[in-house]
């Protein structure tokens, strides 16, 4: 039997189509395999810790500051017989120049009172008696793993430093005091890096120094100030908490 012409072109169009299927499906099956074959990558998990950050930051640091040494050379010059630790209030601000760098400056106010025989001067005379120190001068900070939540740091400062006892009774307000500079201002410590805003966390502060001026005002009387000729070391340790701002 002879087929006629239609039948003949479905019969083409036919092992056209089978053909298209065939190929369709190699590539397919391919396709499949090479994706069964290549590896799965992990989802890279959600990022916890504040990436490292430049430019402005700003540190509030508090706790306690030991006095130590002598504001003269005098063997009744000891620090210890003239202010007893105190509470500070110390203030780093300026930048971060890079992941590790910061530089700026500090500026610190402590608060205490008498002590030694400062102090039993003070209770002999009936007088109310408090210590105030005032210092200041420009710091860099080194930042260990910026990108960390626990970063450790270190630095170092240089500047000037003033430290003053007042009394007053109801007859006389007096005030002695001495200023000089602050040669090595060594700090180290760890920021828990809370945020990108905010972090906190323990310091140490060694400050070594010495005074070159001297300073006594009494009310009513006259005022006196000079050089200290013979001079010495003192210094103050300083622990606490720091908290701080963009870490």
Sequence with gaps: MVASRGERQYARSMKVSSGMAGALAVLLGSSFARAQERPVE?????????????????????????????????????MSDFVSP?????????????????VGGYLGLGFGGAAGTASDACDRTNASCASVSLRLGPEVLFFFMPDQKVDPWVGYGIGWEST?????????????????????????????????????????????????????QTDPGPDDEGSIDDTALHGW???????????
Aim: glycine share 12%.
């Design 164 to 216: 003053a006892l007042a009394s007053s009774t109801d007859r006389l307000d007096s005030a002695m005091g001495f200023a000089g500079v602050e040669f090595a201002h060594l700090m180290g410590g760890v920021d828990f890096r809370i945020s990108r805003v905010f972090g906190i966390g323990p310091f140490v502060d060694f400050a070594l120094g010495s005074y070159s001026r001297s300073s006594f």
């Design 86 to 102: 105190q509470v500070p209030l110390l203030v780093d601000i300026g930048g971060k120049v890079g992941r590790h760098v910061f």
């Design 42 to 78: 992990p989802a890279e998990p959600a990022r916890t810790t504040p990436r490292a950050r430049t430019g402005f930051q700003l540190a509030l640091r508090t706790g306690v500051s030991i006095p130590f040494g002598k504001y003269a050379d005098s063997s009744a010059a000891n």
């Design 237 to 247: 340790l300083t622990v606490g908490a720091r908290f701080v701002f963009f870490p």
